[in-house]
């Protein structure tokens, strides 16, 4: 066995130290011992199956770190940077995810039920197959986001329609209004939106009018939950 450091991803100071026979014991230690993590170095860290339900880890730095299957139920990982972390079928219920970063991240078949994912950057991450249930997207970035197989049910603050002539449209809420989506196209404001599919060149009228109609759609649902913000 050897020791086992966690260290702060900006000042190196120490937040938890155990000898044991892995990173994955001596953080799950941690958790359980309710230190506080915020701010943890734990970048690359294979963190597989590890049980860290209700762990503090505001502000840690887990990029490309391996959860695949961990459980992370009621989590503070606010403004995590979580860029290109594998996240496959982890448990991610109600876990505050406010102001992370997820570019490029795996979240394949996560259960994300309830989570708050306000202002998240979420950046062609992976989410097929993903649980969103009940979960907050306002302000959340989806550029390069596939939605085939999410689960959006009782999601607030985003809104989806479609597919209009192919295209499944979605839009969230954001400070300077809605962000509309059309697959990974986007994101634009309802402006540009209107902008861009302007029907001036013929050959592309109806395909245009289509999506018009879906813009028309996003902004309609946007103002019937406005009381949901």
Known sequence: METFKILHRTTGELLFELRCTSLK???????????????????????????????NLQGANLQEATLQGA????????????????????????????????FRASLLCADLQGANLRETNLEETILQ??????????????????????????????FTVGPCDGYVMFANRHHNGIHIYADCRGPFTEAEARAHWNGRQSERARHDALMIAGVDALVTLAKIHEQDK
Do not use: C, P
């Open 129 to 158: 197959g993903s649980y969103l249930q009940g979960s907050d997207l306002w302000g959340a970035k989806f550029l390069g986001v596939n939605f085939l197989g999410v689960d959006l049910s009782d999601a607030k603050n985003i």
């Open 25 to 55: 014991v001596a953080l799950k230690a941690a958790v359980k011992a309710h230190t506080n993590l915020q701010g943890a170095d734990l970048q690359e860290a294979d963190l597989q199956g590890a049980y860290l339900g209700g762990a």
């Open 71 to 102: 459980y992370l139920e009621r989590a503070n990982l606010q403004e995590v940077n979580l860029f290109g972390a594998f996240l496959q079928r982890t448990s991610l219920e109600e876990v505050n995810l406010q102001g992370a970063n997820l």
